[in-house]
């Protein structure tokens, strides 16, 4: 996927890599939610409603006491908030990918995303997946830093 150099860049950040971030102060997640933080003119930076009603669920249920921690991150965070996809735009992707994940697939494509950041290999990095010759390409959170650095250096 090439990008045109005057274009912004498009990340649709996972679920799983939000609650990394907010469980490690190191690593890929964490520096890539620094950056969306900074809101920098040339990277946009979203999310789906369904993911965030995803990291909710999962800090409430194994992380409790970083509840604070992702409320105070969720308001300085410029993320785009995707609305949740309707079941029409869920079903053009379940036989794609787990239906647990569709409506992942179906809020990125919807934002226009460039990039799908996520560190799910399992579901988002199959054969199948990575075939169907989306709109989206699917990277890890290092990987989306090596993209932003490439941006970078041509600034």
Do not use: C, W
């Not at 040339?42 to 249920?61: A, P, R, S, W």
């Not at 105070?72 to 053009?92: C, D, G, M, R, S």
């Not at 809020?107 to 988002?124: C, E, H, P, Q, R």
């Amino acid at each position: 996927m090439r990008n045109n150099p005057s274009q912004r860049l498009k990340f649709f950040i996972d679920s799983n890599v939000i609650l990394s971030s907010l469980i490690s102060s190191e690593g890929s997640p964490r520096l890539l939610i620094d950056i969306a933080i900074s809101n920098l003119s040339f990277i946009e930076f979203m999310t789906g409603k369904y993911n965030l009603m995803e990291v909710e669920k999962n800090i409430n249920k194994k992380f409790a006491p970083l509840l604070p921690l992702y409320k105070e991150y969720l308001n300085k965070l410029q993320f785009t908030i995707i609305p949740l996809p309707n079941k029409e735009e869920v079903a053009i992707y379940n036989d794609l990918i787990h239906p647990k994940d569709a409506p992942v697939l179906a809020s990125t494509i919807k934002g226009k995303a460039n990039y799908l950041v996520t560190g799910d290999k399992k579901d988002f990095k199959t054969e199948k997946l990575l075939k169907a010759n989306l709109p989206v390409k699917i990277v890890n959170p290092a990987e989306a830093l090596t993209i932003i650095e490439k941006r970078l250096l041509r600034h």
